[in-house]
Structure formats: C-alpha cells, structure tokens
C-alpha cells in the first residue's frame, strides 16, 4: 500500500530529475564561458583567450549537428550543440571587438607620438624603387637617382 501510495511523487521526481540533467547536460558547457566574458568585457583584454579553442568548439559542434540528421540522438546533446555555436559565436564576436578596439588605441597612440613636439620622429625619405622614377609604365625612365646610405654608427 505504501509504494502505491508514493507512486504519484516518484513520477513527477523522476521527471523533475530528468530535466534538471538535461538542463545541466545543455547548459553545462556554457557556464564556464560566462565569467571569461564579462572578465574580457570589465578589462577590453582579449589576451589570455584563444580563438582557436573556439574554432575546435565550432566544428565540433557543427558535425555533431550534422551527424544528427543521418542518426537521431538525444535531443539534449543537440540543443548543447546549438547553444555552444551560439556562445562561441559571441565570444569570438567579443574577442574580435575587443582586439580591434585594442589595435586602434595602439595606432592612435603612435600617431599622436609622432606629432608630439616632445618625441619628434621622422619618418626617412621615401626612396624610390631600384631608385628609378618613371611617371607611367608606358613610359621611359626619365632619371635614375641614387641615394647614398649614411650609417649612424657612433
């Protein structure tokens, strides 16, 4: 009478216990994810992050994806596939602001090194190739100059 009478709480447990593991088995992936985002978000620092692992992951992910439509599997281990393309697709979109976001600060940096008064660099004279100057192809060379090379050893 009693495993009659615990019936009707076993079946919503087990149920309740196998969507929480798919839950986990689905999003488990992910979770590690999360703290590197908003680290790389909080700094503007990409470094410690490889894109590679990224690329693993996506392909990975994608033949398992494929793979489902010659075998049917668990439906869990798809929706992880779906949701992993998805988080890797925002990391590599977050890495890549925050690179380029990183070099563009490096070049304005440089440039406004350069128009300091303090730090007056010069870029050499630009020398012409093989020292020819010739207005089009189509035309002869009209002078060859040559520039001697002056060495700044002390």
């Known amino acids: 009478m009693e495993a009659e009478g615990l019936g009707w709480l076993l079946v919503p447990l087990h149920q309740l216990v196998s969507w929480v593991a798919a839950g986990a088995m689905v999003f488990g992936g992910v979770v590690p994810y999360i703290p590197q985002y908003r680290d790389i978000r909080r700094t503007q620092n990409a470094d410690g992050f490889s894109t590679h692992v990224c690329l693993v992951l996506l392909v990975a992910n994608i033949l398992r994806i494929l793979f489902w439509f010659g075998r049917h599997f668990e439906s869990p281990l798809l929706w992880q596939s779906i949701v992993m ?35 007056e660099l010069k870029a050499p004279p630009r020398r012409p190739y093989l020292g020819m100057y010739s207005i089009s192809p189509l035309q002869p060379v009209t002078s060859i100059h040559t520039y001697p090379v002056i060495s700044q050893a002390a």
Do not use: P, W
């Open 85 to 119: 393309i998805l988080t890797m697709l925002l990391m590599l979109k977050l890495c890549t602001e925050v690179r380029v976001a990183n070099e563009l600060n490096i070049k304005r940096r440089s440039f406004s090194a350069t128009d300091s008064k303090d730090e």
